[in-house]
């Protein structure tokens, strides 16, 4: 069966930095459009970052521009999510997520799909 699997999370101190990464079992996500997503406790998931299949734009919620870069390795069929200067407020279970769209306009989309992997955990906490 399909998975998406994430993996990177861990506890570091504020201005930390780490790279998660998301990786898919049973298919390519090559030719996927990839989101990164994000869940705090008692908080809604909400978008983080995208990158297009189409035209590998990408997409980065404002809370974290200048602090968090999305890309592709196509070889390792990986998309990886490295974030610096972390803050407390990132702190959050990661999520990865797939769209057939071509362009990160699908975002709002994949926050609705039923499937989600098991997430990784980033906690930013001195």
């Known amino acids: 069966q399909p998975q998406l699997v994430e993996s990177g999370g861990d506890l570091v101190q504020p201005g930390g930095s780490l790279r998660l990464s998301c990786t898919a079992r049973?298919?390519?996500?090559?030719?996927?459009?990839i989101g990164w997503f994000r869940q705090a406790p008692g908080k809604e998931r909400e978008g983080v970052s995208c990158i297009g299949s189409s035209d590998q734009s990408t997409y980065y919620v404002d809370s974290v521009k200048g602090r968090f870069t999305i890309s592709r390795d196509y070889v390792k069929n990986m998309v990886y999510l490295h974030m610096s200067s972390l803050k407390p407020e990132d702190t959050a279970v990661y999520h990865c997520?797939?769209?057939?769209?071509?362009?990160?306009?699908?975002?709002?989309?994949?926050?609705?799909?039923?499937?989600w992997g098991q997430g990784t955990q980033v906690t930013v906490s001195s």
């Open positions: 049973g298919f390519t996500l090559n030719t996927y459009t």
């Open positions: 997520q797939v769209s057939s769209a071509g362009t990160c306009q699908a975002m709002s989309d994949m926050l609705k799909y039923e499937y």
